[in-house]
Every structure is written in structure tokens, then in C-alpha cells.
Nanobody
Framework: QVQLVESGGGLVQAGGSLRLSCAAS????????MAWVRQAPGKEREFVAS????????YYTDSVRGRFTISRDNAKNAVYLEMNSLKPEDTAVYYC?????????????????WGQGTQVTVSS
């Protein structure tokens, strides 16, 4: 069983930055592909970014590429999402998610474990 706990959300003005963190339990964390998925009010969950178990490959949805950076520290069982140049349309609950038994970089919203989410609100 894997537990994921997100932190770092909050209220920020457009153009600002936030850094989300996700702390994971379990000794197998370093073998999991990890991702960030968000859900805005009244909308379906949306893939944001993902990173391979080794940390050397990542993938982003078009709307955040160049503004967001996903990274991980396997020694600390943690994954991060650095968000810059934030826009009001980035407002959502951001979820950390893990995909086990996955060699590459996952794309989409099908994951084995989810965190409880952290709210990010970007004001205009």
C-alpha cells in the first residue's frame, strides 16, 4: 500500500509561482512512475505532468509545458511540481498519483494510488 500526501498549495496572483510537494510512503517508491493530475471546479480530472521512476524522463500537457517542472527525489520518497507564470486557468485541486509496474512515462489519468489533493488558486 502506498500513501501519498500533497502540500504546498495556496492562493497566488497571476504570474506568481508555487511549489507543490508529494510525500510518499513505502520502500518501492523509487520503482513507481509518478504524476500530477488536476481537477478544476465542474471539470474532469486533467493530466498535468509525469516522471519516470528513474527521474530522467518527464512529460507535460501542452498548457503547462515550459511553465511547470516535475522532479523527484527517490532518496526522500518525494515528487515535486514547480509551477511558474501561473494563470487563473491553472486554478484546481492538484493530485499526486503513482503508477506501479510502469517502465516509461505515463500519460493520462489512470493510476494505482492517489493523494488527497491540494488546492491551488490563481487570482487575476
Amino acid at each position: 500500500q502506498v500513501q501519498l500526501v500533497e502540500s504546498g498549495g495556496g492562493l497566488v496572483q497571476a504570474g506568481g509561482s508555487l511549489r507543490l510537494s508529494c510525500a510518499a510512503s513505502g520502500r518501492a517508491f523509487s520503482s513507481y512512475a509518478m504524476a500530477w493530475v488536476r481537477q478544476a471546479p465542474g471539470k474532469e480530472r486533467e493530466f498535468v505532468a509525469s516522471i519516470k521512476w528513474s527521474g530522467d524522463y518527464s512529460y507535460y500537457t501542452d498548457s503547462v509545458r515550459g511553465r511547470f517542472t516535475i522532479s523527484r527525489d527517490n532518496a526522500k520518497n518525494a515528487v515535486y511540481l514547480e509551477m511558474n507564470s501561473l494563470k487563473p486557468e491553472d486554478t484546481a485541486v492538484y493530485y499526486c498519483a503513482a503508477k506501479t509496474q510502469w517502465v516509461g512515462v505515463p500519460i493520462g489519468i489512470e493510476y494505482d494510488y492517489w493523494g488527497q489533493g491540494t488546492q491551488v488558486t490563481v487570482s487575476s
